[in-house]
């Protein structure tokens, strides 16, 4: 943890500020602290970090788990430059930018920015380039620790254990808010929108990406599944999406084609010519898998959409309808098959 960060951060739990005790310190980062607010709210810093997340309910507890658990197994792949690279020409067309320069010219006019679920850190190493601005970089789960140990190092950038739905900010503090694939993994996906409006400054830029609702069979099978994947342990969960990938890999070397001359509307599955393994990933069974990838990367990818206890899916309508509601003005807005991108204007 940076020296700095103590004047930005207030208690999670009263948003009075803090005092910071330091128990040991490497190169101007606080590997071991405490933090104190005025009422005598206490935080651990551990590891660099500051744990910040108050709340121990049942339902945030197992979605904490979930990720830590895919991160601590997963974190080299995720880390791994081929990934990177891909994962970032997949968020600058997702979220409209025409090349990265395009969207470091943005970065540049902001000043406080955030990242509402961090992950692995790439998102917030990318979102650091405008070295005047301050990227504050949060997650529930233990995965932040490998998110710091990556790029913990960048002068601008403060990773935080922490809950979106009670953050150690004040409102109106951030000038561009970002979420990716994470906000549906909560216990109420509007309702976590709305509280990081209220963080939101005026004239702010707030972007999210929210899985999309499937047609029928898809839906009941994810269903079906989870019903019973969110009760395993991590261990048959893992196996789960072992074979589930396996399944994947063995459609996508079918090599055929198969072609949809009209929609199905009640399926809705449109008209198209489909790869075989797409084809029923997208309309039945979730069963992801990738050369781009290690395999170990398709597994993982599974076991983030069956082992967490929410993964909700909404439809564009519904986005859109929070956003009137926080009176938030869209200006981007991208649906593909596997979920929506959405930017909006405070």
């Known amino acids: 943890m940076k020296k700095k960060l103590i004047d930005f951060i207030v208690c999670p739990i009263c948003s009075n500020s803090f005092n910071l005790k330091t128990k040991s310190e490497i190169n101007y980062e606080i590997i071991e602290g405490e933090l104190i607010c005025k009422k005598r709210h206490k935080f651990q810093i551990h590891f660099g970090i500051p744990r910040l997340v108050i709340d121990k309910k049942k339902d945030s507890t197992k979605t904490e788990k979930a990720f830590s658990a895919k991160w601590k197994k997963y974190h080299k792949t995720y880390h791994n430059a081929k990934w990177i690279a891909l994962q970032k ?22 000043r406080h920015i955030l990242e509402a679920g961090a992950g692995m850190g790439n998102t917030a190493s990318l979102l650091s380039s405008n070295k005047q601005a301050q990227v504050f970089a949060i997650d529930i789960s233990d995965g932040i620790e490998f998110a710091y140990r990556k790029y913990g190092a960048a002068k ?65 099978t994810d269903d079906y599944i989870r019903k019973s994947s ?10 789960l999406s ?97 979920g929506i991108s959405i930017s909006g204007k405070n």
């Open 156 to 220: 601008n950038i403060h990773f935080l254990q922490a809950d979106l739905q009670k953050m150690p900010f004040k409102k109106r503090f951030f000038d561009f808010i970002f979420s990716d694939q994470v906000l549906h993994h909560t216990n109420s996906t509007q309702k976590s929108f709305k509280i990081l409006t209220k963080y939101l400054q005026k004239k702010g830029i707030i972007s999210i990406y929210i899985y999309k609702k499937k047609g029928p069979i898809r839906e009941f």
């Open 89 to 110: 020409k997949w968020f600058l067309d997702r979220f409209g930018w025409k090349n990265i320069s395009e969207f470091k010219k943005f970065l540049n006019s902001r």
């Open 230 to 239: 969110t009760k395993m342990t991590e261990k048959e969960c893992i196996e």
């Open 242 to 338: 072992k074979e589930l990938s396996y399944l994947g890999e063995n459609l996508a070397k079918i090599k055929k084609k198969i072609k949809i001359p009209r929609d199905i509307k009640l399926l809705k599955i449109k008209a198209g010519t489909y790869d075989i393994q797409r084809f029923i990933y997208w309309n039945f069974i979730k069963c992801w898998w990738s050369e781009d990838v290690p395999f170990e990367q398709s597994v993982a990818t599974n076991f983030d959409w069956y082992f967490p206890k929410f993964a909700f899916r909404h439809t564009p309508n519904e986005i859109k309808k929070w956003f009137r509601i926080s009176k938030i003005k869209i200006t981007h807005f991208k649906e593909i098959e596997s």
